[in-house]
């Protein structure tokens, strides 16, 4: 004969819950807090939860105070390298969760990436050849840049933006102005950048 199975929820292995106490909470709660303390302790991140601090790009954007978009455009910029030097041979870092068929893209998806790749490097030398450079180290090479490169970094930044398309000319790139006409943006622009 089988025994009878106490009373009271369980846990999905089938195990008996324990009833949570308010001690039990309590201690919770400090571990909770310890824990959050660690995190924001971390130096990149100076007490922020802002998921952006993980990166250089997502840091500069927020000291800068940079619109989301000019961080996507990053991103897109950086995704968009990774895939073509993989389709070169270049040897890239390792990103998980990437998958596919274990022939690799097409030939002419690899130029159509070179000439959008060429497109937009060629805008954004244009609008600031050492602020490129800035850019690369930030977006592709993940690390923080000198305080002297940051305005030609963001110069190229927002120029990235708009060559992605990610952000319309008539709008401003950071946060919380919004000129109502293009020669006001670039006024702004021209402004914030001699700041």
């Given at each position: 004969?089988?025994r009878?199975?106490?009373?009271g929820?369980?846990h ?17 709660a ?14 990149h991140r ?16 927020l ?14 910029y950086?995704?968009?390298m ?16 990437v ?10 998806t ?15 030398v ?31 930044l927002?120029?990235l933006?708009?060559?992605l ?13 919004t000129?109502a ?10 402004n914030?950048?001699c700041?």
């Amino acid at each position: 004969m089988a025994r009878k199975k106490k009373a009271g929820a369980r846990h999905a292995c089938g195990k008996l819950r324990q009833p949570l106490t308010p001690e039990k909470l309590a201690k919770d709660a400090e571990t909770q807090a310890q824990t959050m303390a660690t995190v924001l302790a971390q130096p990149h991140r100076r007490g922020s939860t802002d998921q952006r601090c993980e990166s250089a790009l997502g840091r500069f954007v927020l000291a800068q105070w940079l619109r989301s978009e000019v961080y996507d455009a990053g991103l897109s910029y950086a995704a968009l390298m990774r895939r073509w030097r993989a389709a070169r041979g270049v040897p890239v870092d390792l990103r998980l969760g990437v998958g596919g068929d274990g022939d690799g893209p097409s030939a002419s998806t690899v130029r159509g990436w070179a000439d959008e790749i060429a497109s937009i490097e060629h805008q954004v030398v244009a609008a600031s050849p050492s602020g490129f450079l800035s850019m690369q180290t930030l977006v592709l090479d993940e690390r923080d840049i000198p305080s002297a490169q940051w305005t030609e970094a963001r110069i190229a930044l927002v120029e990235l933006t708009y060559a992605l398309g990610r952000l319309p000319v008539s709008a401003h790139p950071f946060v919380g102005l919004t000129p109502a006409r293009k020669t006001d943006t670039e006024k702004a622009i021209q402004n914030s950048y001699c700041a």
